[in-house]
């Protein structure tokens, strides 16, 4: 698959995400769908926020760092892209349960930058 094929793939599908989400946030009431509405809700944002990202993030790795394999450019912007993702997402989780806090919220950070430490350096062996 070339980059222009997987940039055509990831902007349809991030479309059509996008679009989901916004028929969820404007057809689902919370108060009466329940479970299955918060878990459309954040499937939904979760692929919108993983596709938009992921392309945003490859596209502006390759325009500046134009010497290194594309493949290795999309797997950093996907890797960063689901992290990130994973930070909203957890946040809004928190925040809706009344558990969101500044400490909460830094410890969260703190975790996924170790996990984008132990990719990192997992890919750089020292030695």
Partial sequence: MTFRQFL???LATSGAAWFAFGAVV???DPTRS???GFVFFYATLSLALIGTLTICGAGLRTITNGNEVVSRHVS???RQALLFTTLVDVS???SSQGYFRWW???ILI???AVVELVFLSARHPRG
């Fill in 110 to 112: 703190l975790l996924l």
């Fill in 92 to 94: 809004l989780v928190l």
């Fill in 76 to 78: 950093k912007a996907f």
């Fill in 8 to 10: 055509t793939l990831m």
């Fill in 104 to 106: 909460t919220a830094t």
């Fill in 34 to 36: 329940g479970l299955i």
């Fill in 26 to 28: 404007w057809s689902i």
